[in-house]
Structure formats: structure tokens, C-alpha cells
């Protein structure tokens, strides 16, 4: 008959699973936090681009940006990803890791999401204030570099946090090439140890607490450059 | 006439679509005088003036800035000649993310390449010079809408422009703040600055104007002096609309 004891004895087993198992999937996160942070940052960059291009470039440009948004915004990112590492980069034959595929291709996403972040806070800027900028002589590089984007990019952190909790889960797809993030091994150390529950569970806590700090980061920052009496 | 004028237009047309809201217009204005231009709205006035620096692309017409033609399609004489114009706009147009200080610096460190110090002397005395003297490490959202039309007085000024073009400086102003903002504007007359501005206030127009040019569909209809325009002006729709201010605005 089974006993209040096994219970006791099944949850000592739960905890001595996570606790055996938690410096490798704390080292995984480590592999989770370079790929998101990888990715935001190609993302940001390639994103301002972007946005640039469709806010202000002819229409050729607003063309290519514009199918480049509906291509990555379109298409699931395991076959973007599969596309890329075992497709495009097989074919041209770049030798290249799983983790930076991985990182490349979250970050071409996330640019496209990015971007129209970024298009929308342009475009929600008083257009008086590059004209002005253009009075002063300006060309238009300098004022879209030191007076559109520095306003755009503040207005941008709340959906930028948005963007940033939705890569973080992302990432965990990247198991699917092999990359030893926190799923992978959650399912590696799962798979041998037949202690499922705790360590997916424990996974979940972990994305959680990294969805936690980065917003929460995000949020100070936001704080820290708002402008002073500017009222959102 | 034998100076030659600081700036001249001639020939200036802009359409949107079928529209033509500037009609082959031609303007003179001579060193340290003060243009005025009147009219109803939509009548052309902003249009003018943003043609003038070319932030409004002309269909046709041509520039001289001290006697010398602008070429706009090379970019580095259009940015050159852009800051020799100062230009300031009915609605401020302040950076919003900039203080004050750094609303009139960024054009000389960025634009003309002075050093962050030298930029910074610079705009603390322009800045004094329009009484912000207390208000320079501001944001936008702090100052009252006085303020920040100085704030961009001051900015336009801190480029040393040759001419300053003012598209109705004080019609975005609560009516108590509007003095400040024109008692600057009479200043700056008084040490000489050329200037053309475009305005509602004729009692304004009529004691300090050199000259006013009236602009009604995009046409320039009559230019003269104040007294001319105000109390002998030849054209039917000059005297109509003057009359028409006056009713609203009370005395001239
Ligand atoms: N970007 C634009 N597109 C279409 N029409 C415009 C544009 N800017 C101005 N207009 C039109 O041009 C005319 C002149 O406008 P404006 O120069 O602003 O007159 P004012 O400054 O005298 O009030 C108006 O009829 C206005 O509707
Ligand atoms: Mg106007």
C-alpha cells in the first residue's frame, strides 16, 4: 500500500534531480542569454536600418524592405531554421555552428519585428522637428542619427521588452539543431534520468526569471532616459 | 537701387496636384530690413517661406543670397546656404529629447563642427540674449510656449545666419506670451538682422515693417510700406482683407 512516505520519497528525488542537474542547465542558460542577446542586437541593428529605409527610402527600398518583412515575419522558424543551417549555408558551404545559425537566424526575425517597432515610433514623431533639424543644415543621415532615432528608440523600449520575452522563448527551438541551451538540456539530463516534471519544470522557471530580469532591466532603462516632462 | 539685396527670389511656383499655391513670386529684401508678409490663410505664406531654404522643393524659381545663385542640387551648397538662413516655425519645432542648452548646440557641434565647449559659450550667451539665462538645462516640455520660441530664436541665431525667416512666430502663443517673443523680433530689428516673417499681428506688421507684401492664393498682390498698405493700398483684396483684420483684431 502505497504510503505518505513515497511521496516524501518521490519529492526528495524530485529536488536531488534539479539539484543534480541544476549547474548544467544553469550553464545552458549562459548559452540562452548569448543567443538572445546575439539576436536582439542583430536585430536592432539590422532593424533601425530597415525601419530607416521604409520610413525615408524611395520606393525601391521600401520594396525590399517590405518583403523582407513578409518573408521572416512569414515563415515558422524551424524551417528558417533548418532552411538556413542544414539548406542555405550546407549549399553555399559555410561552415558555420549550430549556435551562430541559431543566433543568425532569431536575429533576421527579430529584425523584421524590430523594424516596424521602430517604423511606428518614426513615424509617431512631429515631422517639424526634421524640418528643423534640416534648417539648421543638416543632411538628412545626421538628422535621422542624432534627432529622429535617439527620440524613435526611447519610444521603442516597451514594445522592444515585448520583442525581447518573445525571442527568450524562441530560443528554445534552437535545440532543434543541437544547441545546448536550457531545453536542450532539460530534455538531455529528462531523457536519461526519466525525471521529467522537475526539469521541465525547472526549465519553465528559468525562462521565466530570465523574461523577469530582462523586462525589468528594460523597464528601468526606460525610466532612466525618459525625457523629463514629456508626458506618454 | 544700387545695393545689392541680401537675398532675392524670383520666379517662385510650387503646386501640390493641380493646385498652385505659389504663383510666380518675387521677393527682394535689402540688409537689416524687416518684410513682412501678410495675407489670409492659406494663402501661401508658410509655402513661400519654406521655399526660400528649399525645405519645400519649388516647381520653378531661383535664389541669390548676397548676389550669388543657389545651386540646390548640390547638397553641400544647399546645407551651406541653409545655415546661413535662420528659420523658425509657428510651432517651435524644438528637439524634444534636447534641452534647451542642447537644442542650440547640437547645430553648431553637428552642423558647423565647433567644439562641445566653445559650442556650449556660444549658446549660453544666445540663449541669454533672449532671457533664458535660468532656463538653459530645460527640456521642452518645461518651458511655456514663450520660452520655447525663444529656445528657437536662439537656435537659429547661435548659426549666425544672414536672414531669418519667421513663419508666424506668435500665433501658436497664449495671447500674454506673444510681447516676449515680438519684443525679441524688435530687437533683433534694432541691431540690423534681415529678416521675413509672416504674421497676423498688423499692429506689429505696421510699426516695425520695412516693408509688407501682401499674399493672398499664392499670389504676391501689392508690396509697400506699412502706411501704404494700411491706409492707401491700390489693390480691392488688399483693402478687403486689411479691413477684415481690423475688425477682428481691433485697432492696427
Ligand atoms: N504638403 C502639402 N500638400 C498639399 N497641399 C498643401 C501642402 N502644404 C500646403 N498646402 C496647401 O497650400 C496652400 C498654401 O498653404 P500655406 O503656405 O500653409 O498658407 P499660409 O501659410 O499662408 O496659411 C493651402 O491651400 C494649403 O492647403
Ligand atoms: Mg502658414
Known amino acids: ?232 | 537701387m544700387t545695393q545689392t539685396p541680401v537675398l532675392r527670389i524670383e520666379g517662385m511656383t510650387k503646386r501640390y496636384g493641380q493646385k498652385e499655391v505659389l504663383r510666380d513670386a518675387s521677393l527682394s529684401v535689402n540688409e537689416g530690413q524687416l518684410k513682412i508678409l501678410i495675407g489670409p490663410s492659406g494663402g501661401g505664406k508658410s509655402t513661400l517661406l519654406q521655399c526660400i531654404n528649399f525645405l519645400v522643393t519649388p516647381d520653378a524659381g531661383r535664389v541669390w543670397l548676397k548676389g550669388e545663385e543657389i545651386v540646390r542640387t548640390q547638397k553641400k551648397v544647399l546645407y551651406e546656404y541653409r545655415q546661413k538662413l535662420g528659420m523658425i516655425f509657428q510651432d517651435f519645432n524644438l528637439f524634444d529629447h534636447l534641452t534647451a542648452l542642447h537644442n542650440v548646440t547640437i547645430g553648431l557641434v553637428r552642423v558647423k563642427g565647433m567644439s562641445k565647449q566653445d559650442a556650449r559659450d556660444k549658446a549660453v550667451y544666445e540663449l541669454e540674449r533672449v532671457g533664458l539665462k535660468d532656463h538653459i538645462s530645460k527640456y521642452p516640455a518645461q518651458l511655456s510656449g514663450g520660452q520655447k520660441q525663444r529656445v528657437s530664436i536662439a537656435r537659429a541665431l547661435a548659426m549666425d545666419p544672414e536672414v531669418m525667416l519667421l513663419d508666424e512666430p506668435t500665433s501658436a502663443l497664449d495671447p500674454e506670451l506673444i510681447s516676449e517673443v515680438l519684443t525679441v523680433i524688435e530687437n533683433l530689428r534694432a541691431n540690423g538682422m534681415t529678416m521675413v516673417m509672416s504674421t497676423h499681428h498688423m499692429g506689429f506688421a505696421r510699426e516695425v515693417a520695412d516693408e509688407i507684401v501682401f499674399l493672398e492664393d499664392g499670389h504676391i498682390l501689392e508690396v509697400g510700406t506699412p502706411d501704404k498698405i494700411f491706409l492707401n493700398a491700390e489693390c480691392d483684396r488688399t483693402r478687403a482683407f486689411c479691413s477684415k483684420i481690423l475688425e477682428l483684431y481691433g485697432s492696427a
Open chain 1, 1 to 232: 500500500m502505497p504510503g505518505v512516505g513515497d511521496h516524501v520519497v518521490d519529492m526528495t528525488e524530485s529536488f536531488i534531480a534539479i539539484r543534480d542537474a541544476l549547474p548544467y542547465l544553469l550553464h545552458g542558460s549562459m548559452v540562452t542569454i548569448g543567443l538572445v542577446c546575439g539576436a536582439m542586437l542583430l536585430g536592432l541593428a539590422l532593424g533601425i536600418v530597415l525601419a530607416v529605409g521604409h520610413v525615408y527610402g524611395g520606393q525601391v527600398i521600401r520594396s525590399v524592405v517590405g518583403v523582407y518583412v513578409w518573408f521572416f515575419r512569414g515563415v515558422p522558424l524551424l524551417v528558417l531554421l533548418f532552411l538556413f543551417y542544414f539548406g542555405l549555408f550546407s549549399f553555399l558551404n559555410i561552415n558555420l555552428s549550430a549556435f551562430t545559425v541559431a543566433a543568425l537566424v532569431l536575429g533576421l526575425i527579430s529584425a523584421a519585428y524590430q523594424s516596424q517597432i521602430f517604423r511606428g515610433a518614426i513615424l509617431s514623431l512631429p515631422e517639424g522637428q526634421f524640418k528643423a533639424a534640416r534648417a539648421l543644415g543638416m543632411s538628412d543621415r545626421k538628422s535621422i542619427c542624432y534627432i529622429i532615432l535617439p527620440q524613435a528608440l526611447r519610444l521603442s523600449i516597451p514594445a522592444w521588452s515585448n520583442e525581447y520575452s518573445i525571442v527568450l522563448k524562441d530560443s528554445a527551438v534552437a535545440y532543434a539543431l543541437g544547441v545546448m541551451e536550457m531545453m536542450a538540456r532539460a530534455h538531455f539530463v529528462a531523457s536519461r534520468t526519466y525525471e521529467h516534471f522537475p526539469l521541465y519544470f525547472t526549465a519553465g522557471v528559468m525562462f521565466l526569471i530570465l523574461t523577469y530580469l530582462g523586462t525589468r532591466g528594460l523597464g528601468f532603462l526606460e525610466k532612466k532616459v525618459r525625457i523629463p516632462g514629456y508626458a506618454r
